[in-house]
């Protein structure tokens, strides 16, 4: 099936680059052989026009896209295109460096000039793919461009040994000059594998690339579709750098989500997987299912070994919002109703997994490896220890360190099965079953429950709003999760729940800040991080057991 026709006014750009590179090429090309320098004022009169193109194109991008909504066909084709047009820019800027490298050293002859020639002209041929597919069937000539490029880049790795076995007719100059010249080379026909990409993505969206194009089609073959009749919608990208996507049928207006599609790194796909199955062993209900993975290390009846480092998991789609989207919605009524479900749920999975065996947080540990990122986005708030006449104010790896001594007599008396990332946007609430899921559990684990609590209660914090009625609500919801979390410390007799429950939050208001551009809220985190380590450096054992938290202080503003 033929793509859709693309926007004609963002074709005419590409058309012209397409021109222009096929020019640059040409020009590589003659360097390679002649070696003649006045190529380079030739190939670099040559930006300008270049430039113009570019900008036109993103002038021309915008006013199409201008008050048009996100997710659509549409919008997908116009970004696609313009994509395509930064990638043939890229080429241009290849092809520039290709004859500026080669000229720094004194005239010489390339030692592998007529392969390097040979090697270009192969570039060129292979974008003439471009030109007759980017109207026509735009994913399957990124697929053939994508195939190109790996056997380009093969033709590329003998020709860098031919020079570098040639290097004793040459002067250290002259060497350096020819390697890095076949090195612009090389990034020359990388960027092809960027134009095959920039074509996919036209067709099925902006998640798709050369790499998972297997893992989206085995996808859709697992949900009985050909893969041109879905549309690929990106849904949301992880921290840890995760992808997750809508898949819908085009012809449905992509209402109807038939799955989610997510991918990643294997491991963390994994452990994804690993973490469903624990959850679903529990209560089939609380997460939703895995339909199928791919990319896995098994072996495939022993004949095929998938040795890529990427994976991807075909998950099924669950009705219903985050706790994110109810809290900053302003949605009172939802928000109540999706906690209390929430609340059931924890106290029912935590009393039937609960062990005798005691484990220990090490909040203090967690801070210490994840603060680093924190002092880059906000260095300002960690300063060493200052004085003020008598007073003396420790500083922050202080604090956290005398902190760390005293936690190791915090023990939780138990274990449980804990998310391990209880953010508000991995907890999704159906309204219409009035049941809550959990997503994203890649760090499942059995473990102390107060990670999960003090997550929680700072996720929902961060969120940012930061006043009005809406944030008064967040903070509500904020103590209502402490007074449940607080309940079901006292039926199990937890004595340090507070203490720690302290150095947890200490932990997250401290590192979540690395999220926070926003100085207002990033410092009150920051201070609110500080306030309590410092309370908690000055108990004593016997101080710890009858701590309270001071909850008005910290979620008061």
């Known amino acids: 099936m033929s793509s859709p026709p693309v926007v004609s006014s963002l074709q005419e750009n590409v058309s012209f680059l397409l021109n222009e590179v096929e020019t640059h090429c040409h020009l590589v090309e003659r360097f390679f052989t002649s070696g003649s320098t006045s190529i380079l004022s030739s190939i670099r009169s040559r930006r300008g026009y270049v430039q113009a193109l570019r900008e036109k194109a993103d002038i021309e991008t915008a006013r199409l896209l201008e008050r048009r909504k996100a997710h659509t066909t549409f919008h997908a084709q116009v970004s696609g295109m313009h994509a395509l047009v930064i990638a043939l820019e890229r080429l241009t800027q290849h092809c520039f460096d290709c004859v500026r490298e080669g000229t720094l050293a004194s005239s010489y002859e390339h030692p592998t000039g007529p392969e390097c020639s040979k090697l270009v002209k192969r570039i060129r041929r292979a974008l003439r793919l471009v030109r007759v597919g980017v109207s026509d069937n735009r994913r399957r000539t990124g697929i053939k461009l994508g195939r190109r490029t790996h056997k380009l880049l093969a033709s590329y790795n003998e020709l860098q040994a031919l020079t570098v076995q040639a290097k004793a007719d040459l002067s250290d100059d002259q060497l350096r000059a020819a390697i890095v010249s076949n090195v612009s080379v090389k990034r020359l026909v990388e960027q092809l594998g960027v134009v095959a990409e920039a074509l996919i993505k036209a067709d099925l969206g902006q998640i798709a690339t050369l790499q998972n194009y297997p893992h989206l089609l085995d996808s859709a073959t697992n949900l009985n579709y050909d893969l041109r009749d879905l549309k690929v919608r990106r849904l949301a990208l992880t921290r840890s750098g995760s992808a997750i996507a809508a898949i819908t049928h085009k ?307």
């Open 251 to 557: 012809d449905e207006s992509g209402k109807e989500v038939l799955a989610v599609y997510k991918e990643g790194d294997r491991s963390k796909i994994e452990e994804e997987v690993a973490g469903v199955n624990q959850w679903r062993n529990i209560d089939p209900r609380l997460a939703p299912s895995v339909l199928s993975q791919t990319g896995t290390s098994r072996t495939d009846g022993g004949k095929h070994k998938d040795n890529s480092e990427s994976s991807s998991l075909l998950i099924e789609h669950i009705p219903g919002n985050t706790l994110e989207a109810l809290l900053l919605a302003g949605d009172q009524d939802g928000t109540q109703a999706a906690l209390k479900t929430l609340f059931k749920t924890l106290n029912q999975t935590w009393k039937t997994t609960l062990t005798a065996e005691s484990c220990a947080a090490n909040f203090m540990v967690q801070l210490q490896k994840r603060i680093g990122d924190s002092r880059k986005v906000h260095p300002s708030f960690f300063k060493d220890e200052e004085r003020i006449g008598c007073y003396v104010s420790q500083g922050f790896d202080e604090l956290v360190e005398c902190v760390a001594e005293k936690e190791a007599q915090w023990r939780a008396p138990f274990s449980v099965l804990t998310h391990g990332d209880f953010n508000v946007d991995n907890l999704i609430y159906d309204d219409t079953e009035k049941r809550v899921y959990f997503i994203d559990l890649h760090r499942s684990a059995y473990f102390d429950y107060v990670q999960d609590v003090s997550v929680l209660m700072v996720s929902i914090y961060r969120l940012q709003v930061l006043s009005g009625e809406t944030r008064t609500q967040m903070m509500d919801s904020v103590k209502a999760v402490y007074r449940f979390a607080r309940r079901f410390a006292a039926r199990q007799q937890d004595t340090t729940f507070e203490v720690r429950l302290a150095a947890g939050l200490a932990r997250s208001f401290a590192t979540s800040t690395r999220f926070i551009f926003d100085k207002k809220l990033a410092s009150r985190m920051h201070l609110r991080a500080r306030y309590l380590l410092e309370r908690l450096a000055k108990l004593s054992p016997e101080q710890a057991q009858k701590f309270t938290l001071p909850l008005k202080d910290l979620y008061v503003e």
